[in-house]
């Protein structure tokens, strides 16, 4: 098969050398290693050297690679090292068989080259394999002699190559053994060989100054010198490729690795030697995100056919549409880790060198005309957010955060990389009373309420309102979202309720159920309870337990909160309703066993509240709500003893459910005992009120969100029976049965909000009668129906 004249059959059988390396270890772990190490890497070597095809070389070296990792370690230093070795002295005659005569201006990266230069490569990529002390003993030195190699291809190699062997020796044997020979090849005379000293300039930099860090702290200022130099003689060969270099595709690597080299140099920009080297990197770095962006929002003005293709090998300086998004993207892809490394080891103010360096730039990545451009930055906008070394930085940041909520569908992925990161910082970092939270929590309204689908419109009219700094009373938001945004929402939801539980915001203590904010971000997470998709609904439910632990939204805010559930899920005639109110009594019992939070706050009254309630809810006539309310008591197990009646009761008729799946997982539900304890729950104590024994009725008798939030006109009275029990419609023939409210009794009563049509009552009552004689007692006398 080697021999094969067609080069596909001998591609696919040095892909099928890993795998049978391994079947032949494993089936024989002797036998089969001596015939990979004599027969099969061998064979590997012989292709790589001889072969006549590019292709069939570079499979070789991988296939050689991967073998090479089955390897012991003995033949790493005896067979895969002295090949390597032996390879790489091969000299790049161009009229050998297999030299790679043919591809000097390959740029696709590949082993295709002659057998020296797959390796140098291949030294490169198996170092981590070969380890340290053969890397520097051995490696080292070759790949330093291999600087002054004829070929450029080889040595166009060897500068890669040194950036990952330099991950294995360390630091202090980079500086000393490879730093040298490395700034020379990136000054060498061939464009290709100073290119690939570019592009793997940052990644060498990284590993020079790997434990930098750590040496500061005890090195004396002496043995930071020669480090000083070495960093800043390399970031002056950058800077001169990025400016200077008579190759075009020099300068280009440059543009796109300028941003890199920058941010891997933090470490030691409080340096002054080292500052100064960076700070024309850095001028570089914020002229070309500025003129590039100019480039490319007139170029995509212009017709397409002029901006497909870049400049030539020595265009124009800015190139064409496809070198602007290319460098853009590179700059948005690196410009937080600039910032951060600016402002962190930097010694000037970054106060002021944000505005005079970094500021420009910033606005004209976030506002370019590519989403490709603008995803990095706005997925890396919380580490900007986070940072406390300029209030001009955050305050942009806000704003930028803002703008892209009120952006239309196009750009939904962008603002679910705001929602899942960003928002959050932004709240915690304004004060509040601040007019940004206030808009903000406007337009996160507007998006909960938005419809789930609708077709996009015009971005200018959204955006023209949030330009400024100023409050705007009116905020409209031009497009709709996704479920996928609006299910971020309510995951950010539970987050914004926990800012309000944080002992900085003691200052807004003094009104806590009128206070503007905290009522929209009740309206908002009732907004999302409701939503059409389940998704939605049920991620916002898990935000329950917040909005009850928040001492900022008023007790009697809570009561309604609770009717309102109550009446539109308890009581809603669709099962999936049902299941939202299931999950928002198992997210506050969790929370409930989780223990108080971090002020001291707990969540008895509503755990014991909603524990009855799923006394109600696991006797629904749909089984998808009883295996619901199953699996929150088997996942709260073991229970108390001392649970009341009806939720004993309960569990005893799920385990004789006709359902075998709910049957299978109320068996798991544990009640605890003498001999096993409750956890969690065990704490409850239901001798006390829960405060929603008595829960609030609107006048109008019109449950909604207005009413939630603000009560009635004429105030907001107690009903003076027990509370609701869930009343299940006639579509799903659910029973019906009085609800305790939490005390564990009944006095018969019913409650206004079960005031439904009578035609239910026939069919409530003959499933009370099952349930009952499944229980083997009667609960007639704990419900009577008005």
Known sequence: LPGDPDPSIRQALLDTLGELAAFLILSDPEEGYHTLVDKLFPLVTKMLVNDKS???????????????????????????????LRLSQMPADPTASGALGEDETDSSGQFNGTAATAAVQLMGQLSPTLGPDICSQYIVAQLNSLTEERSPKVRRSVAGAMAEVAAIIGPTLTLSKFYPFYL???????????????????????????????????????????????????????????????????????????????????????????????????????????????NLSQLSSRDPSTSVKGASSEGGSLGGAELSREVLYHA?????????????????????LWPQRLQKPFLALLHCSESRVRRPLIASL?????????????????????????????????????????????????????????????ILTTLASSPSTATPRSRSASLSSLSSRGDGKNITVTDTTGWREKQELARVAGKLFNLWVDPEDDATKDSPASEPPISSLVALWLTLLGASTPTICLAAARSAPQLFRCRYVGREVKRRIV????????????????????????????????????EGGDLQPEGRYFLTLLA????????????????????????????PESITSLVETLRQDDDAEVKRTADRIIIASDGLPGKGLVC?????????????????????????????????????????????????????????????SSDGASHALLEEVDEELSEALATREKAAAVVGCSVADTMTLT
């Not at 570079?58 to 005896?78: N, P, Q, Y």
């Not at 629904?620 to 003893?641: E, G, K």
């Not at 929603?692 to 107690?718: F, I, M, N, Q, R």
């Not at 509370?723 to 579509?731: D, G, L």
Request: hydrophobic letters at 40%; aromatic letters at 6%; glycine letters at 6%.
């Open 684 to 744: 409850l104590d239901w001798s006390a009120d829960t405060g929603y024994e008595y829960l609030p009725s609107p006048a109008t008798g019109d449950y909604d969100k207005h009413w939630v939030l603000h009560g009635d006109d004429t105030g907001t009275t107690p009903s003076s029976p027990t509370s609701p029990a869930p009343q299940r419609s006639s579509s799903c023939s659910s029973s019906v049965s009085g609800f305790d409210g939490g005390t564990g």
């Open 382 to 442: 919380h580490i900007l957010v986070a940072s406390e070394q300029c209030q001009e930085v955050f305050e942009d940041c806000a704003l930028a955060v803002i703008q892209i909520l009120a952006s239309p569908q196009s750009l939904a992925e962008e603002r679910i990389l705001v929602l899942r990161d960003a928002v959050e910082g932004v709240f915690q970092r304004l004060g509040p009373k601040s007019a940004l939270r206030g808009r903000m929590l406007r």
């Open 616 to 643: 109600l809810l696991g006797l629904d006539d749909c089984v998808h709500i009883r295996q619901s309310v199953a699996s929150t008591l088997a996942l709260l197990s073991p229970l108390p003893a001392d649970l």
């Open 184 to 294: 020379q090849l990136t000054h060498d005379p061939h464009w290709a060989v100073r290119k690939s000293a570019v592009d793997s300039l940052h990644l060498f930099l990284m590993e020079l100054l790997r434990s930098n860090r750590d040496c500061e702290a005890s090195s004396s200022s002496s043995s930071s010198g020669p480090l000083d130099s070495a960093v800043s003689e390399l970031l002056s060969a950058m800077n001169a490729a990025l400016v200077t270099d008579t190759s075009w595709w020099v300068r280009k690597a440059a543009m796109l690795k300028v941003g890199y080299v920058i941010a891997s140099c933090s470490p030691l920009l409080s340096h002054p030697s080292v500052l100064n080297a960076v700070d024309p990197l850095l001028v570089q770095f914020s002229d070309l995100i500025v003129s590039h962006a100019s």
């Open 332 to 352: 948005a892809f690196t410009f937080v880790g600039v910032a951060r490394g600016v402002s962190s080891g930097a010694p000037i103010d970054f106060a002021t």
């Open 563 to 598: 009717a309102y559930l109550v009446k539109k899920y308890a009581c809603s005639e669709y099962s999936s309703r049902r299941r939202v109110l299931v999950e928002v009594a198992k997210q506050v019992l969790l929370a409930v066993r989780r223990g108080p939070d971090r």
């Open 54 to 84: 590019s292709e069939v070389r570079s499979r070789a070296a991988t296939a050689m690679a991967t073998l090479a990792v089955h390897m012991r370690a003995r033949d790493h230093g005896e067979t895969v090292l002295t090949t390597l």
